[in-house]
């Protein structure tokens, strides 16, 4: 179900529109409101996501299917819709989709999760082959344990942060901003010729063991 405000626009300029990130309408709900206040599309932000830890025997048709409608699905409406409005536009543009280190760096008890962020690398990939003779760039970035509602289970739970931050080298979880800094860089100018990349923001956790083999060794 989808609820559109239009007497929402701010004085910023902004717009909101409500709804399942699942369904194909939703995202056509936005571009479309976008480009009647705005005029165009110049970027899409495709950031959709949930995660639930299940171990795989216990993962159920229901549970499966809801991480890929709204991991998978979700991200690939939205890079869609913006595509479509962009070529149309014909003045290109920048789509930046949030994968995760979980695309190939997998976790324990997360297999939906793990393969619905793989989904969202190929996806960036594949639209950014095919949408560059149109001028528009598609990218991901690959976000580690960031300190959001989604890895509050990680981050505020005193028996579990300490054991994921000796794995991070940086010593700390991303910050919201941290993802968002990398999500505009990406989009902007500065990018120019980057396209079909997976930055990835972790601090490190995913460049190799940790461990002071010096201090073991003594």
């Given amino acids: ?61 229901a549970h499966w299917r809801k991480h890929m409608a709204v ?50 690398h190929a996806i960036a990939r594949s639209a950014a082959i095919d949408l560059g003779r149109h001028g528009i760039r598609v990218n991901a970035v690959a976000p580690g344990v960031v300190d959001t509602p ?10 579990l942060a300490p054991g994921y931050l000796k794995t991070i080298p940086l010593g700390r979880f991303g910050l919201p901003r941290d993802i968002a800094d990398a999500v505009l860089f990406l989009a902007s100018d500065e990018a120019a010729y980057i396209t079909g990349q997976m930055l990835v923001i972790d601090g490190g956790q995913t460049l190799g063991i940790t461990g002071d083999l010096e201090v073991a060794a003594t």
């Fill in 1 to 61: 179900m989808i609820s559109v405000d239009l007497q929402s626009v701010c004085a910023e300029g902004c717009v909101s529109v409500l709804g399942d990130v699942a369904d194909p309408e939703t995202a056509r709900a936005a571009v479309a409101l976008c480009t009647e206040q705005f005029g165009r599309v110049d970027l899409m932000a495709a950031h959709t996501g949930i995660a639930e830890p299940r171990p795989l025997l216990q993962t159920d048709d």
């Fill in 71 to 120: 991991n998978v699905d979700g991200v690939f409406w939205c890079v869609r819709e913006a595509a479509r409005t962009m070529v149309a536009d014909g003045a290109g543009g920048a789509i930046v989709c949030t994968a995760s280190i979980n695309a190939w760096h997998v976790e324990e008890t997360m297999a939906a999760y793990n393969v619905s962020k793989a989904a969202v």
């Fill in 150 to 159: 989604i890895a509050a289970l990680v981050v505020h739970n005193p028996e």
